[in-house]
């Protein structure tokens, strides 16, 4: 997610090869929201109420687990001022989610703060050369994943990188696919993808230290965009990346970033890849407005007009999502993520609409933020 607001704070197709899956892969649909705030939120007096029960005040998860979520997403930055999104902060929501039965899917920043196709700052400790950099990028991923394994948490899902359509660990690691001639484009992703490289060998390192093998991820936004989708995958693929580097596309899917990004071209999109790669893919990041009436902002188009920017709307978009990655060919759509529903001072979520948030806030009390439940919580359960 491309975040706008403060925190509660010509190339040839591959050819369709079969690839060998991790061994947890199987048909497991994710159907997960990015809970990543949600202790931030508790330890600010943020508390939510369930409007289905009377509105009785409820653990965020549990009434969106009610709504048929199933998996968690976690986002984690190296060293991060006051510890928000930090290890150990990491470490506490993610077995908790664990101990109530939702899968756990970790999102490495590989910074100490945002990293998306803005911005992909390096953690400031790190070096800024890249034979160390990669080593230490390598070491850092072992790391935490034996931490994790330490604590008890078994991750099934990892992506290394966030939104990585511009590479990652800036400037060294900065890549563009509109670089021309291809040659060009290739040589242009020869540092990213050493460094990509040495993050996927700190997971084989983690693997060989005793922690349960998990899907590793390539997250990259604008899904619906498959030039963009085949030129970066081909240029990584160029500078030796194998086939088998990584288990799962993960792609950001929004309705206000252009009124390209519509359901036909993540189709086109998602089948494409998954003919040409016959890997799984997920939508790892989706949202839609609840609220969106030009107070603060120019109301800005929806890729798909028809649905409206209400609550209904938002449970119509991301079924919608759901419908399209579950019809990708064999099987190999596998998951659908909405991205911060809970965050109640921050409910813009990234986009100039005002609310795409799945609790209605409540700010009367300014020591201690409310948030009931919305219709949209059980958006999972729409389809099966």
């Given amino acids: 997610m491309r975040l706008l607001t403060s925190l509660c704070l010509a190339l040839p197709l591959v050819s369709a090869i079969p690839t ?31 409007t289905t029960r ?14 048929g979520m199933n998996s968690v997403r976690l986002r984690i930055w190296v ?6 999104y930090g290890l150990q902060y990491n470490l506490d929501l993610a077995k908790r989610f664990q101990d109530e039965g939702y899968k756990i899917y970790l999102d490495f920043h590989f910074s100490d703060s945002w990293a998306d196709p803005q911005k992909q700052p390096p953690p400031a400790a790190w070096p800024t050369t890249l034979g160390p950099l990669a080593s230490t990028l390598r070491d850092y991923v072992k790391d935490t994943l034996v931490s994790f394994k330490q604590a008890g948490i078994t991750l099934d899902l990892v992506s290394l990188g966030n939104e990585i359509r511009h590479g990652m660990l800036w400037p ?10 291809w040659p060009a484009t290739v040589a242009n992703f020869s540092n990213l993808a050493t460094l990509w490289k040495a993050a996927r ?26 030039t963009l989708q085949q030129r970066w995958f081909g240029a990584m693929i160029e500078n030796g990346l194998p086939l088998t580097a990584w288990d799962v596309f993960g792609f950001s899917f929004y309705p ?47 890729s798909e007009p028809e649905i409206p920017y209400d609550v209904a709307g ?33 409910t ?11 609790f209605s806030p409540d700010y009367s009390n300014p020591e201690q933020y409310v948030g009931y439940s919305r219709s949209s919580v059980d958006m999972f359960k729409v389809r099966t």
Avoid at 79 to 84: A, L
Avoid at 325 to 339: A, D, E
């Fill in 20 to 50: 060998q899956l991790s061994s947890r892969e199987d048909n497991f649909f994710f159907k997960g929201h990015d809970l990543s705030s949600l202790k931030m939120l508790e330890d600010g007096g943020c508390i939510y109420k369930d």
């Fill in 54 to 67: 009377g509105n009785e005040t409820r653990q965020a998860e549990a009434i969106l687990g009610d709504g």
């Fill in 79 to 84: 060293n991060p001022v006051g510890g928000t």
């Fill in 172 to 181: 060294l690691g900065e890549a563009n696919v509109d670089v021309e001639p």
């Fill in 201 to 226: 060998a700190g997971v084989d390192d983690a693997t060989s230290a005793g922690v349960p093998k998990q899907q590793v991820l390539i997250h990259i936004d604008d899904g619906w965009n498959l």
């Fill in 256 to 302: 206000f970033y252009g009124t390209s990004a519509t359901f036909d071209n993540l189709r086109t999109t998602l089948n494409t890849l998954a003919v040409e790669y016959r890997k799984p893919l997920q939508v790892v990041e989706t949202d839609y407005p609840a609220i969106c009436d030009g107070k603060y902002n120019p109301i800005p188009p929806s």
């Fill in 314 to 346: 938002q449970t119509i978009w991301t079924d919608d999502v759901i419908s399209v990655v579950q019809q990708v060919p064999y099987g190999l759509g596998r998951g659908v993520h909405y991205w911060e529903p809970a965050w109640l001072n921050n």
């Fill in 348 to 358: 813009s979520l990234g986009s100039a609409c005002d609310d795409a948030i799945l």
